[in-house]
């Protein structure tokens, strides 16, 4: 499992679950996407390079979350693909791959609005690495 | 919500004792049913986690359709000193100056009953709603800016309304200290179609009628009677204010960390009213609140054309008239009495809708006599309120009062609870027309995800900080 939703009153939580940090990383920003569209036959032809900063792992979370969820709000991008060339505390870097969205190809399921700091939590777990991030929607 | 301990201070409030790092007590206004139905929620403690924030005043407060946020509770309320205080931008919610305009008309429901289907039908067609939707208006850089400086006079000039319509908004529709050069490039391009739009989620448009006057006085000064067709528009900033309160998010959470005020959750990030951050925010935070008021101004003129032109009538047959324009989403310098003086305070209001009394400097002259008209929309089937601002809530709650009936299900829960059933078709059999764009939308807003909207205005009805004026009913919907 990737990830999980948990209930939030105004929003949506999730859980998000990797063997390694990177993966966490790379479960989180699916989990964006996953949620808000049906995934299945989404392109690749879009590639964006993304390159962020942090204070720690969850402020590098968020950040990276952010960074996605604009590609979608400012840019209009779906993506499929989230690949992560390097990953410490404080920087990320990688690059995504979508197409763009199409009010008529593609049909929103949820729309995630922004992403919140509200108990936002990465932690090593004994078989891999939790993170959990409310989303505003 | 394990170590909150409520008191009850009377029938209707709440006490949060300080303990720990809370400066200030917490209060929430509400009722044994509804602190009973809370359950689980987290929002108590956001009430006091709030009440940590540098330079807050007297107390934390909450109105009765609280509930759990992140950061700040929805439907929290706190003041902040100028010279010690901070400004947080979760502590004003991403979506700056989200707000309620009610207009009136001089139709009754006798004149729409027949076009009803028709006027739901086109006023979905063409007020663009929905996900990442886009309006008719595509902004230059430059005249984007002069709406950010400008607010709904910009749309006014630009022949989207009348003057009259900017006597009756918060702030005549124009937030002072606006400055575009605090707004970041990605926020301008978010803006830069979405102008005329309704958004997505509980954003709404709706054809109401007033079905009950409580106050007969005040609803003549709103020019409210019964069986009158009114038209209530839900709606905000749009991506500008959410990537607004996102750049600044960001920001702040750098520079608390910088100074190294500790923090109970970092989603309350802040920065001294008087810093450069601060203060940056306050100017970009503006440009999102006129963006607002010109975007539901826009709406406004865009339901009026519909109007006039499903209904085969004129415009001023039809009397479409603003009855006033609040936001429930925002942060604003108010001068309030603290003690024996007067003071400057920074009210945040998230969730909370300003509720100033009679003789008020800051009201039409109008409604000066009555006090400020508060519009407080409900669920789809409910319809909604308009109460009046009083002296006890400029008193007790910084002229503040609740915005609206809150949540009590998660989106996800309603969805499963709403499982195999046709909202709309539920809806059409209570009389109501919904239409939404969204597949998801009606389940996740449905009825039954929010509190009884009776008995949070009973709350603040009975505790004095707004009182009852008129209910209006549901009688068409358009959702994104």
């Known amino acids: 499992m990737k990830y999980r939703v948990f209930d939030h009153t105004a929003d949506l939580g999730v859980e998000i679950y990797g063997k390694t940090v990177k993966e966490l990383f790379v479960n989180a920003a699916f989990a964006v996407f996953d949620l808000m569209v049906d995934l299945q036959h989404i392109k690749t032809t879009e590639v964006r390079t993304i390159c962020i900063e942090g204070a720690d792992w969850e402020d590098l979370l968020i950040n990276y979350l952010r960074e996605v969820l604009y590609l979608f709000n400012g840019e209009a991008l779906i993506l499929g693909e989230y690949a ?42 004994a078989a891999g690495w939790i993170g959990r991030v409310v989303f505003d929607v | 919500m394990s170590e909150i301990n409520l008191k009850r201070i009377d029938e209707y409030r709440w006490m949060i004792p300080p303990v720990g790092g809370m400066k200030v007590p917490g209060i929430i206004y509400s009722s044994e049913e509804l602190i009973r139905q809370m359950g689980p929620d987290e929002s108590p403690q956001q009430v006091a986690n709030v009440a940590h924030l540098p330079g807050i005043t007297k107390y934390s407060l909450a109105m009765p ?21 901070v400004v947080s931008p979760g502590g004003v919610g991403y979506d700056i100056n989200c707000g309620c305009r009610l207009m009136t008309t001089r139709l009754s429901l006798a004149d729409i009953q027949d076009f009803l289907k028709e006027l739901v039908g086109a006023l979905f067609m063409d007020i663009p709603s929905g996900v990442g939707s886009k309006g008719a208006l595509k902004l230059s850089e430059r005249e984007e800016k002069k709406v950010l400086e400008d607010g709904a006079k910009w749309a006014v000039q630009h022949g989207y309304g009348t003057p009259d319509d900017l006597e009756a908004t918060e702030d005549r529709g124009r937030m002072v200290g606006a400055d575009p050069e605090k707004v970041s490039k990605r926020a301008m391009e978010r803006g830069k179609e979405q102008l005329g739009t309704l958004g997505s ?3 709404f448009l709706e054809i109401e009628v007033v079905e009950q006057v409580f106050d007969k006085s005040v609803a003549a000064a709103f020019g409210l009677e019964k069986d009158q067709i009114a038209v209530l528009i839900h709606s905000g900033s749009r991506g500008l204010g959410y990537q607004i309160c996102d750049d600044y998010l960001a920001r702040m959470v750098k520079h608390i960390g910088e100074l190294g005020i500790p923090l109970p959750d970092r989603q309350l990030a802040c920065a001294y009213l008087n810093s450069d951050p601060g203060r940056d925010y306050l100017s970009a935070m503006a440009c999102a609140a006129n963006y607002a008021w010109a975007n539901r101004q826009v709406l406004m003129h865009r339901t009026r054309e519909i109007f006039a032109r499903v209904l085969h009538r004129g415009p001023r047959e039809i009397g479409v008239r603003l009855l006033y324009d609040v936001c429930h989403n925002i942060a604003k310098i108010e001068q309030f009495p603290v003690g024996e003086k007067q003071v400057k305070l920074c009210v945040h209001r998230k969730g909370a809708t300003r509720a100033f009394p009679p003789g008020h400097s800051s009201l039409p002259a109008r409604y000066a006599k009555v006090g400020q008209p508060v519009l407080i929309p409900g669920d789809m089937g409910t319809g909604s309120y308009v109460l ?29 609870a709403s499982s195999g ?37 009973h709350v603040v009805h009975e505790a004095g900080i707004s009182t009852k004026v008129a209910k209006l009913r549901s009688l068409g919907c358009i959702k994104g």
């Open chain 1, 84 to 125: 992560i060339k390097e990953i410490s505390p404080n920087r990320l870097a990688g690059e995504v791959r979508g197409e763009s969205f199409e009010s008529g190809r593609h049909r929103i399921k949820t729309e995630i609005k922004a992403v919140t700091y509200h108990q936002v939590l990465v932690r090593k777990a």
């Open chain 2, 65 to 85: 359709d609280m509930h759990w946020g992140y950061g700040f509770p929805i439907g929290g309320v706190a003041a902040f000193s100028m010279e010690e205080g």
């Open chain 2, 201 to 203: 989620g509980n954003h």
């Open chain 2, 388 to 416: 009046v601002g009083t002296e006890k809530a400029f008193k007790d709650t910084f002229g503040s009062t609740c915005h609206g009936a809150g949540r009590v299900m998660s989106r996800h829960k309603a969805t499963k």
């Open chain 2, 421 to 457: 059933r046709s909202i709309a078709k539920e809806m059409a059999a209570k009389g109501i027309i919904v239409m939404a764009g969204g597949k998801g939308t009606l389940r996740e807003e449905m009825p039954e995800a929010y509190k009884n909207l009776d008995q949070v205005v």
